[in-house]
């Protein structure tokens, strides 16, 4: 693969968009103060993927850096917490290699306005919404791509919180209930009056949840080939996994159930496939049975009453996306996608409403 090809796959920062810029002096002052080597003045650039915290470049003469911080507009207390997400990289980091190295976290919010966290900048490629022909991935490529980000996912689930000193990152015990809970809560005080009320699924995650989890592991919460970075000289080497924010303690199928919610197949009806935003719809990537069964057989974990954690996922995916889409209403989030996400929400119902009909729990 030649170097222009591999600054074809390298995953690209865009122009920040209007009214999300950053104060690059006073990050500098205070990135300088924390004993980082920078030289000369950042350039600032924004990466366009990803509806939550917002991501940045800062190009200095010697190095590259990424600037994390949570979006503009009210957000809750407990959401978007950059500050959790970088110390949990860093405790992970020891045991867990793909994470990037955290190089400083900054509470004070009269810097730039909110906390935000520095890091390595992972040189590589994201599989964002299709597979760059340059990657050259035939079927059975593409199909050990696929086994080889899922692996990701599985070697984090089988890590003993405790032995790695994580186990006080969250609660643990109780998870599926809590989140069965809390996503009904969040999402009853994010509706707007034009998206479904999902009352019927709710009350149905409350009577089907499980009693108890199947174990209780690192959960990543937030598990999608797009935060996953692919070695430009080795494609199907996994380098990195980003977005750490929603990392807790938990039920293992629930990060599962969450991350196959995303997982469009090549069969899927136009609407899903319409909100596509990974690559697992291309020849070679497993269907989400195949992902399940693959999963089950990696763990060891039963997945005989998956269905909870289908269901679980979609309405879960719907709960953060009508949370996006009140913020867009409200004009605190402006990135224009965020329009779609309204009619997403009410096609997850229905989508929903038809994996219960069918269900046999």
Known sequence: MSESDNNTLIDQAVQVRSGEELDVTKVTA?????????EGEPGLKQFPGGASNLTYLLSYANVDLILRRPPFGHIAKSAHDVVREAEI??????VYPRVPVIHAICEDASVIGAPFYVMERLVGNIPRQNLSPELGLDEPKTRQLCLNVLDTL????????????????????GYVARQV????????????????DFESVMAWLAAKQPAQEVAIRLIHNDFRFDNVVLDVSDPLNVIGVLDWEMATLGDPLMDLGSSLAYWVQADDDMFMKGSRRQPTNA?????REEVIRYYAEKTGFS???????????LFRLAGIAQQIYKRFKEGHARNPVFATFGPFVSYLEQRCLGIIAQSTL
């Open 30 to 38: 205070f990135l300088l103060g924390q004993g980082l080597n920078l």
């Open 89 to 94: 990289m860093r405790k992970l980091k020891p």
């Open 283 to 287: 020849k070679g990537m497993l269907t």
């Open 303 to 313: 997945v005989d009453n998956f269905d909870f954690y289908t269901v679980y996922g």
């Open 181 to 196: 809970e809390g996503w009904t809560k969040r999402y009853r005080a994010a509706r707007t009056d034009d998206v479904g």
């Open 154 to 173: 599985i070697d984090l689930h089988k890590l003993d919180p405790k032995a790695a000193g994580l186990d006080t990152l969250g609660k643990g015990e």
